[in-house]
């Protein structure tokens, strides 16, 4: 059983731990066996999943399967839950929302660039992002008529679709009529320009799937902005803005 469980926080982090590379070689089979032992709670259906070495010397980044990622000293008495943080030149470093863009840059390379809805950056493209987005929502309308601009400015905008109430909305019917028209591109656009267009719920429509990747991203909103290097932008940014997130200008 766990015996303590320290919650620690940034301040606590800077203070108290030393940071070193991470190291590449396997954890060792006894100590992996001894945080299992330690660690796990089938009852309240905590299992281990993998157990590496952690930036912080002498404790181990331990990820629960279906649960959290954690740091847990070498024989299971302690661990920390949350963000892990480095500091160097250039200031704070969250370690953990950079795996995080990694995981969402794998996920997103993994999908089939067909059922998604894309409007190619004009000449050669520069970069690209993908938006998880919804018909109804304010602020992807706005964000889709600054579309043309992005392209103009070689950036390439892919869509995926997440309809923020849920799979029985009406939200969700516009997106499927979206994804399932012969020219999902105007569909799109025109549905956000407020046009009515028959709903049209076609089968083998990806948009129940997308909206499923996107809740397991941490999806909680749209617009989702995901950069090509995998960082998330919960909300709305203009045409400029994205430019300078995106170290284009």
Known sequence: MIKQVVCVALACLLAGFALSAKAVEPVPAEVVDSLRQMLESPGDGLKVGAVEHSEIEGMYAVQFVDGPRVYASKNGQFFIVGDLYAVGPGGYVNLAEKRRDGQRTEQLAALDTKDMIIFPAEGEARSHITVFTDITCFYCQKLHREVPELNKRGVEVRYLAYPRSGLASDGYRK???????????????????????????????????????????????????????????????STDELMVTLGLE
């Open 175 to 237: 997106l499927a009529t979206a994804w399932c028209a012969s020219d999902r591109g105007d569909a799109l656009t025109r549905l956000k320009n407020g046009e009515p267009l028959p709903d049209n719920v076609c089968q083998g429509s990806p948009v129940a799937d997308q909206y499923e990747l996107g809740q397991g991203m941490g999806v909680r909103g749209t617009p989702a902005i995901i950069t090509a290097t995998g960082k998330m932008i919960p909300g709305y940014q």
